[in-house]
């Protein structure tokens, strides 16, 4: 396997992107962090990348931030300057790509690990899978999103559950929990998470970014005004498309329709 922390492979309009420290169950290292948030930024830029996949070599996905790293600080202002380098580019630039991200998650994902799944548009989890928040236990708070996102996947009291007591959640329950999208054996993760982005990939370009920011947008809004923003994004997608392009594709969403029926 190569040497590189990450790997990046493009295959047409998709992108799979492997955290590659499986020594370190792909602990997030400094290193990590910035190739991670690079790597996206790249990919962004690319015209023909629509969607990515992001997965961890070996039996992890991510066991968070790297602690070893961490506690080889000098002082704690060193410690401090090692856990957030790279951290926000990171952060922002999955933030900032445009398209779906599908985590495949293949082990574990802890702490910053399981930010990092959850900083994704949905989870595929192996029945391998297991998530936990152990910030309570390395006597952190989190910075990067999970306080927030876990209630909103999850509810409040479930997230209560898993960050103040640091306990795992296994695929089967994450999946009962709503947190993950479907749970599939080890060998079929990969392939399903291809085939889903395929799907993805397969629809109008510029109507899937669109159409995740318009979600993402309402979810952070008030009821009325996001039922607001959507009818006016719908109105002004219905004046750009004309009844010519829209006959073509209801030709081609039917033929699909009776070929997933056989």
Same mark, same amino acid.
């Given at each position: &396997?190569? !040497?590189?922390?990450?790997?990046?492979?493009? !295959?047409?309009?998709?992108?799979?992107?492997?955290? $590659?420290?499986?020594?370190?169950? $792909?602990?997030?290292?400094?290193?990590?962090?910035?190739?991670?948030?690079?790597?996206?930024?790249?990919? %962004?830029? +690319?015209?023909?990348?629509?969607?990515?996949? *992001?997965?961890?070599?070996?039996?992890?996905?991510?066991?968070?931030?790297?602690?070893?790293?961490?506690?080889?600080?000098?002082?704690?202002?060193?410690?401090?300057?090692?856990?957030?380098?790279?951290?926000? %580019?990171?952060?922002?630039?999955?933030?900032?790509?445009?398209?779906?991200?599908?985590?495949?998650?293949?082990?574990?994902?802890?702490?910053?690990?399981?930010?990092?799944?959850?900083?994704?548009?949905?989870?595929?989890?192996?029945?391998?899978?297991?998530?936990? +928040?152990?910030?309570?236990?390395?006597? &952190?708070?989190?910075?990067?999103?999970?306080?927030?996102?876990?209630?909103?996947?999850?509810?409040?009291?479930?997230?209560?559950?898993?960050?103040?007591?640091?306990?795992?959640? +296994?695929?089967?329950?994450?999946?009962?929990?709503?947190?993950?999208?479907?749970?599939?054996?080890?060998?079929?993760? &990969?392939? =399903?998470?291809?085939?889903?982005?395929?799907?993805?990939?397969?629809?109008?370009?510029?109507?899937?970014?669109?159409?995740?920011?318009?979600?993402?947008?309402?979810?952070? &809004?008030?009821?009325? !005004?996001? *039922?607001?923003?959507?009818?006016?994004?719908?109105?002004?997608?219905?004046? %750009?498309?004309?009844?010519?392009?829209?006959?073509?594709?209801?030709?081609?969403?039917? +033929?699909?329709?009776?070929?997933? =029926?056989?």
């Amino acid at each position: &396997m190569s !040497d590189s922390v990450l790997l990046v492979e493009r !295959d047409d309009a998709i992108a799979s992107v492997t955290l $590659n420290r499986p020594d370190r169950a $792909n602990a997030l290292s400094t290193e990590l962090r910035l190739a991670l948030g690079q790597a996206f930024r790249e990919l %962004e830029q +690319d015209p023909q990348v629509r969607v990515i996949v *992001l997965t961890g070599a070996g039996r992890s996905f991510c066991a968070g931030m790297d602690l070893e790293e961490l506690s080889a600080g000098s002082s704690s202002t060193r410690g401090f300057e090692l856990s957030v380098a790279g951290q926000r %580019e990171m952060r922002t630039a999955i933030a900032d790509f445009s398209g779906p991200v599908i985590a495949a998650v293949n082990g574990a994902a802890a702490t910053a690990g399981f930010e990092l799944a959850l900083a994704c548009d949905l989870i595929i989890a192996s029945t391998r899978a297991k998530f936990l +928040d152990t910030h309570a236990r390395v006597g &952190m708070l989190p910075g990067w999103g999970l306080s927030v996102r876990l209630a909103r996947a999850i509810g409040v009291a479930r997230a209560k559950e898993l960050s103040l007591s640091g306990n795992a959640l +296994d695929a089967a329950r994450a999946y009962e929990w709503g947190l993950v999208n479907r749970v599939v054996e080890p060998e079929a993760l &990969m392939d =399903d998470a291809l085939v889903l982005a395929r799907d993805f990939a397969s629809c109008v370009p510029e109507v899937v970014t669109q159409y995740k920011q318009l979600i993402d947008r309402g979810y952070s &809004m008030h009821l009325d !005004d996001a *039922l607001q923003m959507e009818f006016d994004a719908g109105v002004r997608s219905a004046k %750009e498309i004309d009844a010519t392009t829209i006959a073509s594709r209801r030709d081609a969403i039917i +033929d699909r329709g009776r070929r997933q =029926d056989r």
